[in-house]
Nanobody, 115 residues
Framework: QVQLVESGGGLVQPGGSLRLSCAASGTISRLYVMSWYRQAPGKQRELVASITSGGITNYADSVKGRFTISRDNVKSTVYLQMDSLKPEDTAVYYC?????????WGQGTQVAVSS
């Protein structure tokens, strides 16, 4: 069983920064692929960034160069550093842990980018 809790969301001005955290409880393996997804109202959930156990990262084109995903296996936490935020980044951000066909989701944290 894996439980994920996101934090760090909030309201920020365009061009600002936020760091999201996802803390895991229960059993979590370093082999899990950790990802951040986001979903804006009326839109489909999309993959923002992911990181493998080997440290390989992938980013959506819309956030590449602005967002950075990282993980701390000792603290069982994954982070998403978001810089140069744009209004279109406004969404609920969800943490995901996946291994094989198993997927675990956090409750989401709201990010609003507005002046």
């Amino acid at each position: 069983q894996v439980q994920l809790v996101e934090s760090g969301g909030g309201l920020v001005q365009p061009g600002g920064s936020l760091r999201l955290s996802c803390a895991a409880s229960g059993t979590i393996s370093r082999l899990y692929v950790m990802s951040w997804y986001r979903q804006a109202p009326g839109k489909q959930r999309e993959l923002v960034a992911s990181i493998t156990s080997g440290g390989i990262t992938n980013y959506a084109d819309s956030v590449k160069g602005r967002f950075t995903i990282s993980r701390d296996n000792v603290k069982s936490t994954v982070y998403l550093q978001m810089d140069s935020l744009k209004p279109e980044d406004t969404a609920v951000y969800y943490c995901n842990a996946a291994i094989g066909f198993r997927n675990y989701w956090g409750q989401g944290t709201q990010v609003a980018v507005s002046s």
